[in-house]
């Protein structure tokens, strides 16, 4: 079975930075996607940015793209996203997944595997 554990999260101001991680275990776990998802209080569960797994492509939200940076490390199967110039409307849980089919997206129907989710909090 595979798990995902994110980690990171906290209380920032605005305008500050914060990083996140995904450790990743189980015995069968080979990927083909990994991306971070986000829900705000009263909202949708929404994607943030991905990676393929082999390969390295990034895509990305609109609204984070010239603020996060999605990466991986595949030794340790682990993912990250660093973001900085963090606004009050990123607040939310983020949420890492992972997805084992043949093509992904910017679904949360694309994806397998969940976290738990970490909360981030940028106050004004």
């Known amino acids: 079975q595979v798990q995902l554990v994110e980690s990171g999260g906290g209380l920032v101001q605005v305008g500050g930075s914060l990083r996140l991680s995904c450790a990743a275990s189980?015995?069968?776990?080979?990927?083909?996607?990994m991306a971070w998802f986000r829900q705000a209080p009263g909202k949708e569960r929404e994607f943030v940015a991905g990676i393929t797994w082999v390969g390295g492509r990034i895509y990305s939200a609109d609204s984070v793209k010239a603020r996060f940076t999605v990466s991986r490390d595949n030794a340790r199967n682990a993912l990250y996203l660093q973001m900085n110039s963090l606004k009050p409307e990123d607040t939310a849980v983020y949420y890492c997944?992972?997805?084992?089919?043949?093509?992904?997206?910017?679904?949360?129907?694309?994806?397998?595997?969940w976290g738990q989710g970490t909360q981030v909090t940028v106050s004004p």
């Open positions: 997944a992972a997805s084992r089919k043949s093509t992904a997206g910017r679904s949360k129907d694309d994806y397998d595997y």
């Open positions: 189980g015995r069968t776990f080979s990927p083909n996607f």
